[in-house]
């Protein structure tokens, strides 16, 4: 019993870590990438160097990350931890400061369902690379991405401010909106595999249509990817869909943050962006799996074969987990860096008018599909 | 008929309508694939170049834009006009006769000029001290224009002018002959008066020790 404790203990250690890591690195790569695709340098000069003579090694490494701008984030950090932690006089101090900490809990814990690897011996047990193993993962999912518009609504509100509240509104009836289109687009990809459990849609998802081609969720749900990148775009509020934040201009919930409760949103932003990469993958691109990669080993169609051990073919496949998910940072960031901002009304049309009717086209033509093949 | 002027208000309202998009337009992907298409291969061709020079390949392709400022500097332009500097003579004192006229013709009123009585009779006066307040300064050029003997110039090419106070912007006759003499963190001197003597040993002086 204790050692299943530790197991899953160490599980949430690696799976809080490599996320928590991956967003304090999405800010150097939004500032890099956004750079050096604008033909710029992007952030070079933070550094820092230690007073000792003996560091001189650890000074020239400090300097040579420093100029790649990886140093940043920390400074980020410094700066946001020495601000003024400030509450506006109309607000309520109490749910001003939760409002951050709900955001942040709920992008975080949704990863818990996330399968990030095939199943391991350990002492003796086979266990899963996937926190809970939840055989209705998918809803899970649903469930606690959308109690994170609380935490915004929430923010809005507790602010006091005018502004914050229109911000907060906005991000209610934007989330709202695509949430019904993301939930309904999913009902497809649920049909064709008849599992609710993430783990084995990604064991499905191992399986070749006509002997050759990987039953990927991108194959055989074409139109339900699009729309579930779509809208989980929108959900994470990020910019062609950042109407809730806004910015430049029209002001959203977060107005009156400062300091690291600020930063939690922000933090949330790309928790969640690696949450909607992670979610592609495991859907819609195979998870862990590698074309033609199974448990002995690689077995090509056109009858290759490489023996590999089996920590091997896990370990390929966290990798290839790990690869997929950064292709999609990348994506979302390109995406992120390109679009304009949507105006209101084309943000309602987009949801309503095109996403949700499409979406339930999509659960019509699978079902059809379904019973055909069958 | 219609008139010349309908006809060309015609025709603005008609470049303003809006056109209806086609259905292919209307799908947006598209649009996104190309948006998405420009800056992607920006982004791939730009970390290409990033990489390369790290090994010291192509690096005549720039693979940005930007000037890294203070290590790098853009070329100016040689009739910009930058921060004053005062022309000297042969033997180190300054050029300038005291004769007024650029104090009188600034319109900022930043010069301050002290003359003094200078032994050469062909010399109606000299320069005790000449100084210059940059705060107030409008780098109009005026006082280069006016100078009948040449003896101020705008050509230094120094504009990262800064200082922590107003006291900071203050330019003294050691300054400006000797541009770069002074350090921002230098305390700075107001009305500083030299004799001729004195500005024949600042020529010899190296700029670290005369300030």
Redesign the interface.
Known sequence: MAIDFVIKLALAGIVLFAVLNLAGLQTWVERK?S???????GANRATFALPWRWAAPINWLLRKIGGLGLLHPLADVMKLLTKEDFTPSTGNRFLHTLAPWLSVFFALIVFAAIPFGDHVELFGRSVELQVAQLNAGLLYVLALASIGIYGVILAGMASGTNLSVLGGLRAASQMLAYEIALGVSLVGVVIWYGTLDLQAIVRQQGHYLWGWCPEWGIVVQPLAC?IFMTAALAETKRVPFDLPEGEPEIIGYFVEYSGMKFGLFFLTDFIETILVAALTTVLFFGGWQVPYLGPEGFAFPWGGMIALSRLTVVLLGVAAFTLKVCFFLWLFM??R???PRFRYDQLMNLGWKALFPLSLANIGATSLLRVLVR | MPSLSEQLLHRIREAHKRRKLSWWERLY?PA?AQ??W???R??WR??FL?VVHRVGLFRDVP????I?YPEQQRQMSPRLRTRHRLMQRDDGTPRCVGCMLCETVCPAKCIYITPGEHPDPNIEKYAKSFDIDLGKCVYCGYCVEVCPEDAIRMDTQRHDIAAFSRDGMWLDVIELLHPGTRQHTDPPKKFVQLDLDDFRALQHTPPSQSG
């Open positions: 990438q750079a050096i695709m604008q033909d710029r340098i699009l390109a995406i860096w390109t679009l | 992907l996104i948006g998405l420009v800056t992607s920006h982004f730009n970390l990033h693979a940005s834009v930007t890294q």
